[in-house]
């Protein structure tokens, strides 16, 4: 059980818009620690994909945004692709642990 | 372009040690930067494990401390983790990465390819 919930799955057709929920509690993101978001395709390590709640690294594309409101964050992928299909990740500062807190993931099926 | 890579045995006795070893290529350790252990049990999703920042100042998660170590070779541009008395619990693939940013608002930004390490008799 992570301490940052995100739903197991969520899926839609292509070009269609998906959002991914990422929630915490007064210990990491309501306590206004930023939240940043990885992509895993299958077999291959993480990919930072958002930083600091809102930003995107260097070639990432802007299909991919972040957002952040008191003890929530989400990301959205516009214009869904077949190699979107992956797992995704949230991750924060937790103050309990006193070092970095993972989301559960979520994996992005295109239909 | 940072680049990492782990090392260390696939297969672990239950009780044991775990052993592995980053080996760092494309920047100093000792220039700066935190560096990190992450593992992700088969089919699961991931956890922090530790972070050592260059100067050899340590970050534990909670829940490993007890039987967590981890280490910075500056000689040899690796860093190191061992984790003792392990179980079929600890059967994960175990990333190394490095971080971007300064604490608590770090980033993972360059990961190892991980290697899958299994404890079994």
């Known amino acids: 059980q992570s301490v940052l919930t995100q739903p197991p799955s969520v899926s839609g057709a292509p070009g269609q818009r998906v959002t991914i929920s990422c929630t915490g509690s007064s210990s990491n993101i309501g306590a206004g620690f930023v939240v940043h978001w990885y992509q895993q395709l299958p077999g291959t390590a993480p990919k930072l994909l958002i930083y600091g709640n809102i930003n995107r690294p260097s070639g990432v594309p802007d299909r991919f945004s972040g957002s952040k409101s008191g003890p929530s964050a989400s990301l959205a992928i516009t214009g869904l692709q077949a190699d979107d299909e992956a797992d995704y990740y949230c991750?924060?500062?937790?103050?309990?642990?006193?070092?970095?807190?993972f989301g559960g993931g979520t994996k992005v099926t295109v239909l | 372009q940072v680049q990492l890579r782990e090392s260390g045995p696939r297969l672990v006795k239950p009780s044991e040690t775990l052993s592995l070893t980053c080996s760092v290529s494309g920047f100093s350790i000792s220039s700066g930067f935190y560096w990190a252990w992450v593992r992700q049990p088969p089919g699961k999703g991931l956890e922090w494990i530790g972070t050592i920042y260059h100067s050899g100042s340590t970050y534990y998660n909670p829940s490993l401390k007890s039987r967590l170590t981890t280490s910075i070779d500056k000689s040899k541009n690796q860093f190191s983790l061992r984790l003792s008395s392990v179980t079929a619990a600890d059967t994960a693939v175990y990333y190394c990465a490095c971080l971007g940013g300064e604490l608590p608002a770090v980033t993972f930004d360059y990961w190892g390819q991980g290697t899958l390490v299994t404890v079994s008799s």
């Open positions: 991750q924060s500062y937790d103050t309990s642990l006193s070092g970095s807190v």
